[in-house]
């Protein structure tokens, strides 16, 4: 809520993936709408990913508050420095897929989003973490993976969020099957799957449901395993996937735990968020009630 005449107005950090068109065209508008609605803000210039936790940190004594505007993978990057300083975390969703967006709720257009910060209502959530790195929606191995190295910023910029379509159908050309083993409490699976994923919110991947029953806050990780021999019949699988419904598929291999470990044959790159930050073999963990994002009514 806007601050009555006798308070001093909250501070808030303000950091803009300015490297991408949409946060270069939203940033100085951005600003202005969070001042509009009685905001005092500082704007957080970064260089590079580390810098936006880093800048979190530094600050954090002189803000309120952090809001940062981008894509799902700008947002992973100020997970360290949210999670240091426990400051309250407001999103803009200037991004092409926006998941943790829609898995929050909140509204897709930038004014609509700064009046979710502005009302100031705030909700507590966990973070996934995999090898020491957290994220808010997913981590994946695999198909998953291959899809971060084909969707290039100028299919993002040309194509929006049907670019993940356009890339999915350039990696399913050269899908293979890979052996991994996943253990979670006292069980063990050994599976063959192109595709391995760890989620920790609803949405990802532009759209794909991890479960429909998943929640951001409840405490435990949801798996699937794509354990499908060719590109047809992943196709066919997709429905499925978008909606979160994959109990009717025997392809679909699902579990869920508060703590998953994957291994491999040979060393894979693991994907949190749309960034490469990690490799097999990988411990996934719950981190309950890590973080207060602004949310709407």
């Known amino acids: 809520m806007p601050p009555s005449e006798h308070e001093p107005p909250r501070r808030a950090l303000l950091i803009v993936n300015e490297h991408s068109r949409s946060g270069r065209d939203n940033a100085d508008t951005a600003q202005a709408l969070l001042e509009g609605a009685g905001l005092a803000v500082r704007r957080g210039d970064t260089q590079s990913r580390e810098d ?13 508050l952090v809001v940062v505007g981008g894509g799902d993978g700008t947002i992973n990057a100020a ?28 509204p897709l257009d930038l004014e609509g ?6 009302a100031g209502r705030t909700r507590r959530i966990d973070l996934g973490d ?18 971060t190295h084909a969707l290039t910023s ?9 670019g993940y379509a356009v890339a999915g159908l350039r990696v399913l050309r050269r899908l293979r099957p890979f052996h991994v083993e996943i253990e979670t409490g006292e069980t063990r699976i050994r599976s063959r799957t192109i595709h391995l994923a760890v989620g920790n919110g609803r949405h990802y991947g532009g759209g794909m449901t991890v479960s429909e029953d998943a929640a951001i806050d409840d405490g435990r990780l949801d798996v699937y395993s794509l354990e499908v021999e060719s590109a047809w019949r992943l196709l066919m699988l997709l429905p499925a996937l978008r909606s979160g419904r994959t109990q009717d ?47 709407p009514e």
Do not use: C, M
């Not at 936006?52 to 309120?64: G, H, T, Y």
């Not at 989003?113 to 502005?118: D, G």
């Not at 699902?254 to 491999?264: D, P």
């Not at 994907?271 to 602004?294: C, M, S």
């Open 249 to 295: 598929w025997t392809e679909i291999r699902t579990l869920g735990g508060e703590e998953i470990r994957v291994t491999t044959r040979r060393h894979r790159s693991v994907n949190a968020d749309g960034e490469i930050v990690t490799r097999t073999p990988a411990t996934f963990k719950v981190l309950h009630d890590a973080a207060t994002l602004f949310v």
């Open 79 to 106: 997970a360290p420095g949210i999670l240091a300083t426990r400051l309250p975390l407001g999103v803009l969703p200037l991004g092409t897929a926006n998941d943790l967006a829609r898995t929050l709720g909140l």
């Open 113 to 118: 989003a700064v009046n979710v910060i502005a």
């Open 154 to 162: 100028d299919a993002k910029k040309r194509w929006g969020p049907l």
């Open 52 to 64: 936006v936790s880093r800048r979190i940190v530094q600050l954090e004594p002189e803000i309120d």
């Open 130 to 147: 995999v090898n020491g790195h957290p994220y808010f929606n997913v981590a994946s191995l695999g198909f998953g993976v291959d899809l």
